[in-house]
Antibody, heavy 122, light 110 residues
């Protein structure tokens, strides 16, 4: 059974750093793109970026380029999303999602993590 | 502001039919990229509802259907049920961004 399991909720202060994770299981981790999606309270889904764990090819949305770093450790089938200096406006739910087909980025996302809630407050 | 445009809300009575539109541009839907739809129940992660414009994953009722034409796509739900009350999001690929784009989401009230 394919699963994406994300790390738990985080409460941080502005300026702090953070890394959240998304562990894949039940499939070949290296051959499917994994995307990160932000959902701010009461809002829609926003694509942040996507990584191909096989070679760590990474693409970022212009809205998030330079604001976050996406990485993956294929030895432990885990993708990461990290911030070096959080802001209050980073408060949101963050989802990882796997594409449905090996190879293309332009595919549906048929497996989603359960989400990681990040709260940034002084 | 989302790259894909969806109505913020739609509503319908039980048993009725509703449609949700998703309007893009020449760099995404109009470029021929497939459109996908997700259902998000309150407090849960999105769930794939329609993939590649008009295909249903196993387990999705045939009350849900999708279509695409030009720079737009639509999700239709027939025989509305109370359990359909959720947020619906469209998704595709954008060549100018080299990545995913989503609509702003549509809240369906039954």
């Amino acid at each position: 059974e394919v699963q994406l399991v994300q790390s738990g909720a985080e409460v941080k202060k502005p300026g702090e750093s953070l890394r959240i994770s998304c562990e894949g299981s039940g499939y070949t981790f290296t051959t499917y793109w994994i995307g990160w999606v932000r959902q701010m309270p009461g809002k829609g889904l926003e694509w942040m970026g996507i990584i191909y764990p096989g070679d760590s090819d990474t693409r970022y949305s212009p809205s998030f380029q330079g604001q976050v770093t996406i990485s993956a450790d294929k030895s432990i089938s885990t993708a990461y999303l990290q911030w070096s200096s959080l802001k209050a406006s980073d408060t949101a739910m963050y989802y990882c999602a796997r594409v449905s087909r090996e190879g293309p980025v332009a595919a549906s996302a048929n497996y989603w993590g359960q989400g990681t809630l990040v709260i940034v407050s002084s | 502001q989302s790259v894909l445009t969806q109505p913020p809300s739609v509503s319908g009575a039980p048993g009725q039919r509703v449609t949700i539109s998703c309007t893009g541009s020449s760099s995404n839907i109009g470029a021929g990229y497939d459109v996908h739809w997700y259902q998000q129940l309150p407090g849960t992660a999105p769930k794939l509802l329609i993939y590649d414009n008009n295909n249903r994953p196993s387990g999705v009722p045939d009350r849900f259907s999708g279509s695409k034409s030009g720079t737009s796509a639509s999700l239709a739900i027939t025989g509305l049920q109370a359990e359909d009350e959720a947020d619906y999001h469209c998704h595709t690929y954008d060549s100018s961004l080299s990545g995913w784009v989503f609509g702003g989401g549509t809240k369906l009230t039954v």
